[in-house]
T-cell receptor, first 114, second 112 residues
Framework: AQSVTQLGSHVSVSEGALVLLRCNYSSSVPPYLFWYVQYPNQGLQLLLKYTSAATLVKGINGFEAEFKKSETSFHLTKPSAHMSDAAEYFCAVRAGGGADGLTFGKGTHLIIQP | DAGVIQSPRHEVTEMGQEVTLRCKPISGHNSLFWYRQTMMRGLELLIYFNNNVPIDDSGMPEDRFSAKMPNASFSTLKIQPSEPRDSAVYFC??????????FGNGTRLTVT
């Protein structure tokens, strides 16, 4: 079984500041990890994925995440926040490369202060 | 690429009525997933199909919920009878093999 914990249901940063959204996972097998973003009244859009290749993964919109096995973490970062980054962010895990569904964290609402 | 298409976008119904949500996955994708999103419980996987066959329906909350996938391009999620606690946003997603999931824009269900 696998699970995801996202620390902080709300994160507020100033425009131009570093964005750091935290995700810790639990998995009995090597995990595949994902970050999705959800804008109001829309579905989830894939930001980036880790599938056992490079531990530092670059995604869309300037986001990246680093897989750290020793810390069971997959934190999402962006060097400089933009107003358009305001959204809900979800971390998700899948057990390896199977065709199972993803297990999602509760989500983190990112607020960008002008 | 039309993406995953869900209908309707919004559904308002009275308690006890039957509700049918529809999903058209991305052409060529062989896995289809139904999720429910609520403030209290977040995103929950209800059921998923592989090659039109239901693989895991352990997330379906009650016998009032049923899902079908009669062919590779169409799936339905039915609630009969509906209850106010079923109010949520229901998402359909599809994928190919072990690729990431692609989500539709969801159906917002309100049961009064």
């Amino acid at each position: 079984a696998q699970s995801v914990t996202q620390l902080g249901s709300h994160v507020s940063v100033s425009e131009g500041a570093l964005v750091l959204l935290r995700c810790n996972y639990s998995s009995s097998v090597p995990p595949y990890l994902f970050w999705y973003v959800q804008y109001p009244n829309q579905g989830l859009q894939l930001l980036l994925k880790y599938t056992s290749a490079a531990t530092l993964v670059k995604g869309i919109n300037g986001f990246e995440a680093e897989f750290k096995k020793s810390e069971t973490s997959f934190h999402l970062t962006k060097p400089s926040a933009h107003m358009s980054d305001a959204a809900e962010y979800f971390c998700a895990v899948r057990a390896g490369g199977g065709a199972d569904g993803l297990t999602f964290g509760k989500g983190t609402h990112l607020i960008i202060q002008p | 690429d039309a993406g995953v298409i869900q209908s309707p976008r919004h559904e308002v119904t009275e308690m006890g009525q039957e509700v049918t949500l529809r999903c058209k996955p991305i052409s060529g994708h062989n896995s289809l997933f139904w999720y429910r999103q609520t403030m209290m419980r977040g995103l929950e996987l209800l059921i998923y199909f592989n090659n039109n066959v239901p693989i895991d329906d352990s997330g379906m909350p009650e016998d009032r919920f049923s899902a079908k996938m009669p062919n590779a391009s169409f799936s339905t999620l039915k609630i009969q009878p509906s209850e106010p606690r079923d109010s949520a946003v229901y998402f359909c997603a599809s994928s190919l093999q072990n690729s990431p999931l692609h989500f539709g824009n969801g159906t917002r269900l309100t049961v009064t």
